[in-house]
């Protein structure tokens, strides 16, 4: 997919991957750049990669669920917050997110962009299961 699209910048979730591992399967990419998140256990891992020719990206936060960067591509004034999502399942990891996109939004005042997996149903006619 890397070599017939040639992207600037490539988002990863659900890698399951982290840490040194994680380092050691992206510095084999054609990417100069890269953001990982800690898995817990063989769950969760977010990925940001990109070519630092052509977008600038600055890391701001990150925990096992989010990633937050401000992106400037190179032939652009303009700066835009990107932030990645792949939400806990359970409510107290939901609250905890839902507090730092609260306080990086206040702290950047930047267009942006959000790629999410908040892992919520819209219709409750759609779980199955228990309650977390």
Not at 68 to 87: F, P
């Amino acid at each position: 997919m890397v070599k017939d699209s040639s992207p600037d910048i490539l988002i990863i979730t659900e890698t399951r991957i982290g840490g040194d591992r994680a380092k050691e399967i992206t510095d084999r990419l054609p990417f100069d750049g890269a953001i990982h998140t800690d898995t817990i256990g063989y769950a969760d891992g977010l990925w940001i990669l990109w070519n630092s020719v052509t977008v600038e990206v600055t890391h701001l936060a990150s925990i096992e669920q989010e990633i937050h960067a401000m992106v400037k591509v190179d032939n652009s004034n303009i700066s835009w917050l990107l932030s990645i999502v792949y939400a806990s399942p359970r409510f107290r990891g939901k609250y905890v997110l839902w507090n730092n996109l609260e306080i990086v939004v206040a702290n950047h005042n930047l267009p942006g962009v959000m790629m999410k997996d908040f892992n919520d149903i819209l219709k409750g006619a759609k779980k199955f299961g228990v309650d977390l």
